[in-house]
């Protein structure tokens, strides 16, 4: 089955303590549908300009994404710039240039409105609520968000936790939005917001998913070295997602393993700047690393 995914699709120029990358693929919808693609087949839903360069677009045919739903426009890609500290999980936004995002109004393909699942990665909620208007009925839909739409677009954000089934943030974000510090209490505020399905993300540290039948803690891959953690939450919900749209039966059963499978190409991503190492990776080496998260936390 296959998973829609719409969000940004980005240039990254990205800097570190120990380097300065300019103008790489990311995105949101980027890092998530090459995340997903290990598992499923994928629609992107995105925009870029005409300055995109070609090898980016050649990347994700590479990687079997259906590129039907990306608008190519008049017009300069959004551009984002962010700069790490030496710790590498604090991260300050230098830039942000819209661009052709500022009139961006998805359109879905009519092949693309009967997916049965749908991550509506991190985009402002006013267009991932467009996205949700044009589908037939998703089997599962998850939605990713970020800081900036809790503080700009709230009741937006509100209105599109009663549509979805998963919503995914980080421990900051349910932070703001529940105002509590407590995890468990924040789960149970934001499962009365809507959704049943409800994972915090807490970066290295991994992830935690609270739902119908409880709790799950998803340990995260422990790595020597982190080159550039940007992405890695929307590599963590679309490799989540391609793993539940790959696999057949219910939801529940599936969810966990679901969640490893995600937190493996998460720590892939963090291997390399932008998609870089993510997209070198073979089915093979997933596999290894989800084998060791199981030794690792079986007891
Ligand atoms: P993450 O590291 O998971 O927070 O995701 C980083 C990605 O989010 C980068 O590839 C950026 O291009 C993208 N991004 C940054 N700001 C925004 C924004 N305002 N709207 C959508 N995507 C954004």
């Given at each position: 089955m296959s998973v829609l995914i719409v969000g940004s699709t980005a240039l990254d120029s990205i800097k570190t303590p120990k380097a300065e990358n300019p103008?790489?693929?990311?995105g949101s919808a980027s890092h998530a549908s090459v995340a997903a693609s290990f598992f499923a087949p994928v629609k992107l839903v995105g925009v870029v300009g005409n300055d995109f360069p070609q090898r980016y677009l050649r990347l994700y045919e590479r990687h079997g994404?259906?590129?039907?739903?990306l608008q190519r426009v008049p017009g300069k890609t959004f551009h984002w710039s962010g700069e790490y500290e030496a710790n590498m999980n604090n991260r300050r936004t230098l830039l942000t240039e819209l661009g052709v995002f500022e009139n961006f109004k998805p359109e879905l393909p009519k092949a693309y409105q009967a997916a049965p699942f749908v991550l509506l990665a991190n985009i402002a909620p006013a267009l991932q609520h467009r996205v949700l208007d044009q589908m037939?009925?998703?089997?599962f839909v998850a939605a990713d968000t970020m800081d900036l739409w809790l503080k700009v677009a709230r009741p937006d954000l509100l209105k599109l936790l009663k549509r979805v089934d998963a919503f995914v943030l980080n421990d900051s974000e349910a932070q703001q939005l529940?105002?509590?510090?407590?995890m468990r209490s924040a789960f149970k505020q934001i499962h009365q917001l809507g959704p049943r399905y409800v994972v915090i993300k807490q970066g290295s540290h991994g992830s935690v998913l609270s739902c119908p039948r409880g709790m799950f803690i998803c340990p995260a891959y422990?790595?020597?070295?982190?080159?550039d953690p940007t992405g890695a939450g929307d590599s963590f919900a679309g490799g989540m997602m391609g793993y539940l749209a790959a696999a057949?039966?219910?939801?529940d059963r599936h969810i966990r393993r679901a969640m490893i499978y995600g937190s493996v190409v998460a720590s892939f991503c963090c291997e390399?700047?932008?998609?870089q190492h993510t997209t070198r990776v073979t089915q093979a080496e997933i596999e290894k690393r989800v084998q060791e998260l199981e030794r690792l936390t079986r007891f």
């Open positions: 103008r790489l693929l990311g994404i259906d590129l039907a739903g037939q009925r998703p089997r529940t105002g509590e510090d407590n422990p790595l020597q070295r982190v080159v057949k039966g219910p939801i390399g700047f932008g998609l």
